[in-house]
RNA sequence: GCCCCUGUAGCUCAACAGGACAGAGCGUCGGCCUCCUAAGCCGAAUGUCCAGGUUCGAGUCCUGGCAGGGGUACCA
């Protein structure tokens, strides 16, 4: 529909008299919204006012002239300029029927677009190092980054989600030594101990930064009962590491489960090395005269693509670097050779969710692509940053740490407020924004949670349409034109946005959009249910209203399935 | 010091690539169940951190402050 008002829109200014030369018609943008205001009409458009300038006319004028040429269009009930300059279309009432009829017809598909159509799309997530249990922290990424994946899915793109990690660094090392110091307590209880800063008694041998998590006594346990004493004499602590990370993922595993969240491929760090990748980045590199090596480090030249460092005003250029003098990488180097892969694997899109303190490697990464694989391949590079989760419990933010652990797993959380509503609380905002989470609250006013109210919308739904096939009633073949009631008239509206809702809120990679626009379904709804029966009415009007309220379910299940928020036919 | 993100109602957050009187939830106050789920509906109150600027129009863009978070590492 708005492609064909644009068009006539494009026609109209054509016909202008005394034209610009340089004006181009064709080439103008028409941009529709939904105004806030119902008063304003169903689609509004603003060109006039845009176009005021170039044409160097009143806009009103203008709007005038456009406005005439669109009450001809089909589906248009009424076109009126407002305001400034504001072009408001009513829609006419049997092209809403249609296209309502048109979305019962898709019914469990209603809502995919084609954008993405034959094109592929790779989604990095979670991707935590398997140290420990996931936290509150990994599942606002993990939870974006599958909904994410959801939207991409439902824009037409075939979507793979990774989930990357290093189990080869100083981390995994720290957590097998810190495996071991606890075997070595367990063998031997009266071994000397040590007391941390924090207060945390520990076996000598306990490493000063590490892990303090229960799972990590688990893990000794457990060895002690396969090998008995049979590792005191291992060389180093790969047998203990090797064992934390076999536990520690199938703990990730079960949790990402029950979170919904299902991954397609596992990448590990390690596969660029063992392929050469990592070590090809620094010869290419170098053979490009970007990379070198200074004080036993490899330094990538990031000052010549154009990072710097400001200090007191003055800008230097500011190099990163790639190899440390002990031989180790930084992360930038895998990152580099991991993006490349990602790109030779052939996909259109690839998407990578970040917690806010990747900020600044995000760059790096993205020159050495740039540099290395061209600009078409960077740009196809797209990074979702979202910032932290403060956990607040009773009124206090609460510091997490993993070593520590003084953290809450999503697990725990889980258990507190459950599933679907952990979703939803990690998706209702925007990914920019700081999220607070108080605990103490998600945990005792859990039912009055928003989650609950869309829930509770498809139950309600649901339940009429039990009792109305009881009653034997039918949607099918019903007269959508007798929905005539002002709230079932605007509940069809609401319907219709969808898949341009689904479309914006992938364009942005942002979930709240969804979940912000099912709670105004979810309200509509409500509304309509106030004012329009439907069992007891007669049979016409009750299966009308029955189509719409069938209507409504399948946009509340499919937007709560996008979201991975169970939709429930009772509650 | 410098860079990035954020600052909107008492609290937590929306506001669709600047658009027409800034919206929800929770909380507060007041109404609504002889009728399909009251986990609901209806009504009331409280407002864009501060100072400039651009624009027909600014919560949105620019400049300068102030506040919180994150970076600025041969840690991830």
Known sequence: MEDTLAQHIRAALAQLPDLPAEFDPQAVAVEFQTPNNPEHGDLATNVALQLAKPLRRAPRQIAEAVASALGSVEGVAEVEVAGPGFINVRLAKDYVTAALAELLGQGERYGRVLDGEGKTAIVEYVSANPTGPLTVGHGRNAVLGDTVANLLEWTGYAVTREYYFNDAGRQMRVLGESVRARYEQLLNPEMPQKTLED?????????????????????????????????????????????????????????????????????????????????NVVEELTKRDLAYEKNGATWFATGKLGKVETRDGAETPKDTVLVKATGEPTYRLPDIAYHLDKLARGFDRIVDVFGADHIATVPDVIRGVRVLAGDEAADRIEVLIYQFVTLVRSGQPVKMSTRKATYVTLDELMDEVGEDVTRFFFLMRSPGT?????????????????????????????????????????????????????????????????????????????????????????????????????LGEPEDVASARLALATATRTVLANGLAILGISAPQEM
């Not at 002690?224 to 199938?250: M, S, Y």
């Not at 990402?256 to 991954?263: H, N, T």
């Open 199 to 279: 207060g945390t008694v520990v076996p000598a041998s306990f490493p000063d930064d590490g892990y303090r998590g229960e799972y990590v006594a688990d893990v000794a346990r457990q060895l002690v009962e396969a090998h008995g004493e049979g590792l005191h004499e291992a060389k180093d602590e790969t047998p203990f590491k090797q064992a934390a990370e076999k536990a520690v993922f199938a703990e990730i595993e079960a949790t990402l489960q029950r979170l919904g969240v299902e991954m397609d491929e596992h990448f590990n760090e390690r596969t660029v090395y063992d392929s050469g990748a990592v070590w």
């Open 434 to 534: 700081h999220l607070e989470f108080d605990l103490d609250l998600a945990k005792e006013a859990s039912e009055k949670n928003p989650v609950f109210y869309l829930q509770y919308a498809h139950a309600r739904i649901a339940s009429i349409l039990r009792k109305a096939t009881d009653a034997g009633l039918s949607a099918e073949g019903a007269d959508l034109a007798l929905l005539s009631h002002e709230s079932a008239v605007s509940l069809i509206k609401e319907l219709l946005r969808f898949p341009d809702e689904i479309r914006a809120a992938a364009e942005a990679m942002g979930p709240h959009k969804l979940a912000t626009y099912l709670r105004e379904v979810a309200s509509a709804f409500s509304q309509f249910y106030r004012d329009c029966r439907i």
